[in-house]
């Protein structure tokens, strides 16, 4: 039962932080910072994730988007942020597949946004609900066992 109520706040901050993004274009502290503590706290606990995997994951999905966003210019200290978030829930290796499953979902809607003109190829779009829509995924995908095989091909 504590995985099920783990898996759903985890699910809900996700959606919040998600409509801040599209609606503001924010990443707001005052949910994210609580976010992050609760979520290390939960994980002590978790029989799901450990704490270590957990820590792991989050700082490296953070340092990988601290790095593009120095290198690249194009994305924002809540993405990071959100990455940490995001790692934090996930683990290590989890953590990869929601980062770059929520990457792989904002690229095809911007290109999508760009060939139907929508947006041109310089505006800017919030990159944190496809960070989510990634990070929920992966959530899901753990939680029922979904991500079985990608195991077994590794070994």
């Known amino acids: 039962m504590f995985e099920i109520i783990r898996l759903f706040l985890y699910i809900l901050v996700l959606i919040i932080l998600a409509v801040f993004d599209l609606k503001r274009g924010i990443i707001p502290n005052k949910i994210v910072y609580p976010a992050i503590i609760l979520t290390i706290l939960l994980n002590i606990f978790s029989s799901e994730i450990g704490i270590v995997m957990s820590l792991i994951g989050g700082f490296s999905l953070a340092a990988f988007l601290f790095i593009t966003s120095l290198v690249l210019k194009n994305m924002g200290m809540g993405d990071v942020k ?4 995001i790692g934090l829930m996930t683990g290590f290796p989890e953590g990869i597949i929601a980062l770059f499953s929520g990457i792989f979902i904002g690229g095809l809607a911007a290109i999508f946004l760009v060939v139907t003109r929508l947006k041109k190829r310089k505006d800017t ?7 989510v829509g990634g990070a929920v995924f992966t959530l899901i995908g753990v939680h029922f066992s979904l991500f079985d095989f990608l195991y077994r091909l590794s070994f």
Do not use: H, I, K, V
């Open 125 to 131: 779009m919030p990159y944190g609900p496809f960070l």
């Open 82 to 85: 959100l990455a940490l978030l």
